[in-house]
């Protein structure tokens, strides 16, 4: 390894220990040295997904996905200060963000342009070690350089907008209509990014968090709504009958689903990125059916389509990360963190090492 510095022997990270909700425990772990094709990162700063929110609740996806012992954590950036054996795509200093999707570029989906849903695939910080912790290690190829105008506290959350940002291109975007089916973080991105590439009206659903419903308005939504609302009647009422062109389901809410099956234009088009409590959620086939619906599901990002436009819109500044991210706290308050990030009264929440 060629090292920037002199670097530790030892970390503490968060550590997914206990087969229980919660569960994690500061543990000190070896400094991780990187591989050949791999590069070792400082932590600048981590921010918390929905996908943490699953391992922390340790539901059935988290129990059959996160090895007892693994440091979670996979939104993030940092500055590189160690270089494995072959590495000569980056070097000592450059701050990069993570994409979290760890491919083989050897499989068929590869091969394809699809290696965000390689056969072979793992994502770091579920499957192996990530970054609630000071220090970690990546391939390179997953370790993507800055735009020169993203400040790097705001640059861990270009994994949740390039999540929105792949979603929304499942359909038709500029001069479109387009609904926002739930408002967690990644759908308010959703809000913002679909304002930014060019939509000719937004409308965005939630159930009653009025912080966020807030916040879809000031990021641009052209049309909020909530438990108070018919939202199939409201979204038809406001796309003159039809429907809106793109539909992307956030929420996870089975009741969402209907809706936006319902609330799609005939041959429009619905993008679901949600993971849903129960697998087999209720679904109107038949709406389904005669509207003519194309149905896309949403994972991750394309490896690296996705990528450039999200560094297009940011370097264009027209992403409106200040308003999002809506608190910062130092990495010893994880646990604080994640009560924060369950209860929802909040945009982003970014822990800073």
Known sequence: MRPMQDLPESMFGWTKLNDEIGGFSLEKHDMPKPEHGEVLIKTHSTSICGTDVHIWKWDDWAKENVPLGTITGHETCGVIVGLGDGVESHSIGDKVAIECHLACWDCPRCDEGNAHICERGEIFGVHSNGAFAPYFTIPAVNARKLPSNLAMENASIQDPLGNAI?????????????????????????????????????????????ERMDMAKKLGADLVLGKDHNIVDEILANTDGRGVDNSCEFSGSPQALSNSIKSTRMGGYLNILSVYGDSTPPVPMNDVVFRYLHIKGINGRKMWSTWDLMHQLLEENKIDIETLITHRMPFEQFNQAMELAISGDCGKVVLEF
């Open 166 to 210: 792949h979603t929304l291109t499942g359909g038709p975007v500029k001069g479109s209509s387009v609904a926002i089916h739930g408002l967690g973080p990644i759908g308010l991105f959703a809000v913002n990014a679909a304002k930014a590439m060019g939509a000719s009206k937004v409308i965005a659903i939630d159930w009653d968090n009025q």
